[in-house]
């Protein structure tokens, strides 16, 4: 079993698309849903975790990619933190969409959550100290 990291796009006319039922039905994947923003008349956004055997979500990938007007991308890269360097000053936790950077209210300490993280890259650009990186 392993588990990939998606961004789905939809466009206006395919976010009443069952995608995730099919998925879940037809390729024998557990779909996380990890952030979602889907509304009527907008273009939406979905990012999840698909766990599966290999065969399986490559068929799940397959499928989506002949929907029309859903598109995805495979997040491939990790969040790297150089802990040792940070000075926990928070400018991260103000750009995470997903909560997987917040600040310990105890310590005053950065904590940081990889299963809830995007892999968007926001917290790196934010960073002063460039403590944050995103690797292959």
Known sequence: MKTIKVSLQ????????PLVSNLIRKFNVEVNILH????????????????GNDQDIQDALDYIENQDGIRYKLFNKKLI??????????AC???CPSNAL???KDTWCLEFSKEKCLVCGL??????????????
């Open 102 to 104: 917040t600040m310990n």
């Open 10 to 17: 939809y466009s206006l006319n395919s976010i009443t698309t």
């Open 36 to 51: 979602a923003n889907i509304s009527l008349n907008k273009i939406g956004t979905l990012i999840a975790d698909i766990t």
């Open 81 to 90: 933190w150089q802990e040792e360097d940070c000075v926990h000053c928070g």
């Open 93 to 95: 936790t103000a750009v």
């Open 123 to 136: 917290c790196a650009k934010a960073c002063p100290l460039n403590v944050m990186s995103l690797q292959a």
